[in-house]
DNA sequence: CATGAATGAGATTTCATTCAT
DNA sequence: TATGAATGAAATCTCATTCAT
């Protein structure tokens, strides 16, 4: 048995420690494995060797796969959840802006990134993880959720928006964001027209600006809409 | 155990349930299981358990766990596909009443039905079934995405709306729906909010269509909406 | 892959069905595999070696290795508590000859029989397996305590015995028997010196009866030792 | 961490641990362990913890775990052995003196000491150890039968004792002793009576004596006994 | 000397699949 | 057709052992 192994076509001495760097580097290797596969569908060995360790080491650093896979969901969460919800707090009063600022910062944080395949995952294990449904739902949909409805709710208060129910008005403005990091990271792939997310969101936005829009044709209001 | 039982004096076969009832049955409960666990997730015991036979009788009818999966999609699919897709076909030559038309046939034969389970299975496993991406991708997402897509597209040419891109459009009317699909059958049940799917969808359209509408100045225009 | 294995030196088909003999065979198998290596000691592999099947068929009668450990203690203790036990409740008044009765049942179902590895299997596993620990002093240790103190107060109450503390006799008694029954079993296979731990038992019966007379030489009495 | 460490302005050495004490400390943990779990039930994790070091540092002075099992029961029964067999050659010429006082200092030696789990853990592993078995036999068993059976012998040649099997009486005398040792690692903790060992083998002693002496009637009686 | 991260062989356990009945 | 005992490959997990620091 040598005394180098090839990783990542690199060749490595056996043996390097690196504690710091490991945990992070399974949970980041872990995250495609789940993300490609599933959690059941996951081998710990391809979790391992994608890491560039052994089984063994794996289980150094989680104690079993069950709570592997909630680290890596919850610690690739977390460092985001901060900047992206704090993002959300934007200064802008004028709802219109609020949202769209929002929706920069979502999508900028979400599609294209490593983060986009999270909601796939608790999409898909949340029957087997009621815990990891929960703790998404309270730490990622309800602050999300809270800011959106509430922008729309001021929205119709200060006569910007119609009178719409907040809650309905909530899901028509995130779902093709949702639909778009769940796309890239399922059917996407396998379709042959491509999705420039970034551009669907602006139209969508602009439609749905549009159709909420007050009845009346506010004499002297000015839509701007880039 | 013997294979027939004698009834009143009659010697009656002791199975009388319909033999060819089975393979749909078997069907049925993998559908739930898998919508439950995932692919890898579930247990063949758990679906002859669910169906109510063992395990020896599912490999009677489905020669491996992968074809029983892939018959689960296309089964539970085909026999709705031309219903729904037909219904698409409606006549209405108003673009809009076209999608309502239209939605009000998705929304029905999704939301609240077993069919709904089905996005939500084939986005998770995608990644393991690209013969079942790309068949639901064939099969459903295309002529719907058809269907929508040349309904905005006549719509514009019409007048009856803006000019918008008819394929990033798509997402923008039927992600809420799909959303509402993933939503029962993933988080939904963890949530304490509960969603009405249907009215969400009627403010949908309603916010979609608006937002469509072409610019306000043509006088003369009726808008009608409901 | 052949159609056929050998096991215990016949040729048998693979995939024979005797689901009713299968559990004790796998029980007969473990008991000497943990007789021999202990607990922690022993691979399933062995066992179902051993009792002639697969890993997997030992994990259809039974849950885990502990579940089967505990099963082998009770399954192998269990048909003869009775008998023994029911053995104990002789009918002679005399407490000699009540002791001697229940010793010759004792050592003869216990000596050189696969039941005597049970006390060595339940002294070394103890410390693992508390729930044994508690079964075997609930339904072997107490019932044949009781059983002998009892035998011993009533001597020395009739006159038999001189006074003597009728726990600490019981040992006196006991140990030997006992000894014998762990020396087959540990050391002494490894002993050029071969115990006959029938004729040892009814020597130290002879001398401990004779040590429990009365002390007062009583005339007209008749000792009878064989 | 350095190597070192200031203290009131001196740098020391930051283990001033005699480093000659570790083997033993190893040991001590490791007959712990090993007398809880058995060998193989045994993690050296443990064993290091317990001893207040880490694995490494086990391995630092035994080379595997076989060998610090072996080195186990020698250390424990060694430094032991010569005080414990050279008390056995007491100067009393009375043979019941001298089995009397050989047993003062094995119950002292062994009843209640650490070196009471050697029996129970050699008894325990003697099928995964013969090596470590034929050691006792050596080492222990044989010295002390010898001595036991000796006097045995000499107190009939003597008059003192009846006409019996200095072999077989060895057993009868022995026994409850080595019961109480094995009792007290092993069901004793789990049993709700205490067993005074002491006092028990004090009137063990008491009764073996008479029931060994010779018999009344016959004064001046020499038996001889091959 | 001592550490403890890393290893990898081997154990337990699961479960899709087979096949005698 | 249906069963379910039996299989065996592959998964998870454990832990004695190694070695860079």
Known sequence: MGEHVEVGGKVEKRWTRRKDARPAEIVAAALDCFAERGFAGTRLDDV???AGVTKGTVYLYFPNKEELFKAVVRETLLPHLDRVLGGLEGTPEDPRERIRQAFDFLSGKLLGTPLAVIPKLVIAEAGNFPEIARFYLDEVVGPVRAFLA????????LGHFRAVDPDHAFYTLIAPLLLAALW???LGPHDDRPLDGAAMIRQHLDIVFRGLA????????????P
């Open 48 to 50: 391992a060797r994608r």
């Open 150 to 157: 509430d922008a729309i709710h001021r929205g119709v208060e």
């Open 184 to 186: 890239q990271n399922s």
């Open 214 to 225: 007050p009845e009346a044709p506010a004499p002297g209001r000015k839509e701007r809409l």
